[in-house]
């Protein structure tokens, strides 16, 4: 409880006052004791209610983490086919062309040493001018950006991955050769 200094009235002034204006005072600083005592209990709750939504949000991108790895699969991951379920089926496109399987007569194999930069560097040649189709893989970090074009299976598997994520991404069209974002509706 507050006393007469700190509400800023003397014991003279105090004295003076009417019984009804004590009781008034009296009757206005227990109400603000409560108020004060009640604003410092939600004070309390907000930071709880703070800490429970922050591991909300944990645990929601938890959860979209493993709903993304759940939908992964050969066609939108670099999953090899072996890995998917049973019930996956793809269609076969491809046209019988004669040839039987493999490597084709007249067909070069250049066996490397490894995969680094020296090999692909040595594969790709100094004379090179056209466009090298990669992935992201570290060893073609060399070629310039206007002569590199990375591999659109990749980029149309990383795209699919981010679509399923959900949420905003959840507007992102990924269809036969052609990707767009697709304003919300909401």
């Given at each position: 409880?507050?006393t ?6 003397s014991?003279?002034?105090?004295s ?11 009757f206005?600083?227990?109400q ?46 670099s999953?090899?086919p ?17 040839r039987?399987?493999g ?64 949420g ?19």
């Amino acid at each position: 409880m507050l006393t007469l200094d700190q509400i800023g009235i003397s014991e003279a002034d105090w004295s003076q006052m009417p019984p009804a204006g004590r009781i008034a005072i009296m009757f206005l600083l227990k109400q603000n004791q409560l108020l004060e005592n009640r604003n410092y209990t939600y004070i309390l709750e907000v930071e709880w209610l703070k800490t429970k939504l922050e591991r909300l949000k944990t645990r929601e991108l938890e959860v979209a983490e493993l709903r993304e790895r759940l939908g992964q699969n050969s066609q939108n991951s670099s999953k090899p086919p072996s890995s998917d379920a049973p019930s996956v089926s793809r269609l076969n496109n491809r046209q019988p062309s004669g040839r039987k399987r493999g490597g084709q007569p007249g067909h070069q194999v250049r066996i490397l040493a490894g995969r680094g930069q020296a090999e692909a560097r040595e594969m790709i040649g100094k004379g090179f001018s056209g466009i090298v189709s990669t992935d992201r893989y570290a060893a073609y970090h060399w070629v310039d950006g206007h002569r590199r074009q990375l591999c659109w299976a990749h980029l149309k598997r990383d795209f699919l991955a981010i679509k399923q994520r959900g949420g905003v991404c959840a507007s992102l069209e990924v269809e036969s050769g052609s990707i767009c974002l697709v304003p919300d509706s909401g």
